[in-house]
C-alpha cells in the first residue's frame, strides 16, 4: 500500500534550536497534513497544506508543500520544552481517508 | 468537554475475551475511523465509515470488527483478544474525506 516516509525518526534538541523534519512520498499528494501528539493524547491537526510550493505558518511552526509534491516539510524555531512529542505527516489515500507517515519523535533538552 | 471522546481510556485483558472500544462524536461529522499505534509504526487505519450504513475495511482489519450505532458512535470489537493486539487505539472523525480527520485522546489496551 501506499506509505509514507518521516526523517528524522527521531531527535534530540537543545531548548532554543531550531529544528527540521520531512516527510517524502512514492505518490504525488494534493494535500498534506501535519499533527502532533502529545504524550496521552490524540494527535492534533497543526497545518494543512493544498498547493505545491505552498508555505504556511503557524506561530513557531513553518511547513512548506514540495514542489514535486512528494514532500513536505515542518521546521519549527526557537524550540521550546513543550514542543516534544511525535510529529506525524499525512496524505490522502485515494482521496477517501488519510494515511499516515510513522512520525518524528521530538525531544527538548533544557 | 471533548469532542471526540473514547471509553474506556485504559484497558487490560486476558487472550481470548471480547472487547469493545467506545467512541462517541458531537462535530456532526458523517466520517469516522479507528486507528491502531504502535511504537515506529504510525497511525494504521482498521475499518471506517463514510455513515450508519457505510462501513469499510481498513489496512489492518483483520480480527477486528466495527459497529456505527448512530452519526455520532463508532464502537470497535476484539471479539477474540491476542497478545499482538495490544496497541493505543484512535477514534477520529472528519467531514469529509478530503478534511483533516480530528482525534479522540485514545484508548491504551493490554492483552495479557
Known amino acids: 500500500g501506499q506509505q509514507l516516509n518521516q526523517s528524522p525518526q527521531s531527535m534530540f534538541i537543545q531548548e532554543g534550536e531550531d529544528v527540521s523534519m520531512n516527510c517524502t512520498s512514492s505518490s504525488i499528494f494534493n494535500t498534506w497534513l501535519w499533527y502532533k501528539q502529545d504524550p496521552g493524547e490524540g494527535p492534533v491537526l497543526l497545518i494543512a497544506l493544498y498547493k505545491a510550493g505552498e508555505l504556511t505558518s503557524n506561530g513557531r511552526l513553518t511547513a512548506q508543500f514540495g514542489i514535486t509534491r512528494k514532500d513536505s516539510f515542518l521546521n519549527i524555531s526557537a524550540s521550546i520544552p513543550s514542543d516534544v512529542g511525535i510529529y506525524f505527516c499525512?496524505?490522502?489515500?485515494?482521496?477517501?481517508?488519510?494515511?499516515f507517515g510513522p512520525g518524528t519523535r521530538l525531544s527538548v533538552l533544557p | 468537554d471533548a469532542d471526540v471522546t473514547q471509553t474506556p481510556r485504559n484497558r487490560i485483558t486476558k487472550t481470548g475475551k471480547r472487547i469493545m472500544l467506545e467512541c462517541s462524536q458531537t462535530k456532526g461529522h458523517d466520517r469516522m475511523y479507528w486507528y491502531r499505534q504502535d511504537p515506529g509504526l504510525g497511525l494504521r487505519l482498521i475499518y471506517y465509515s463514510f455513515d450508519v450504513k457505510d462501513i469499510n475495511k481498513g489496512e489492518i482489519s483483520d480480527g477486528y470488527s466495527v459497529s456505527r450505532q448512530a452519526q455520532a458512535k463508532f464502537s470497535l470489537s476484539l471479539e477474540s483478544a491476542i497478545p499482538n493486539q495490544t496497541a493505543l487505539y484512535f477514534c477520529a472523525t472528519s467531514e469529509t474525506g478530503f478534511q483533516p480527520q480530528h482525534f479522540g485522546d485514545g484508548t491504551r489496551l493490554s492483552i495479557l
Open positions: 499525512a496524505g490522502p489515500y485515494y482521496g477517501q481517508n488519510f494515511v
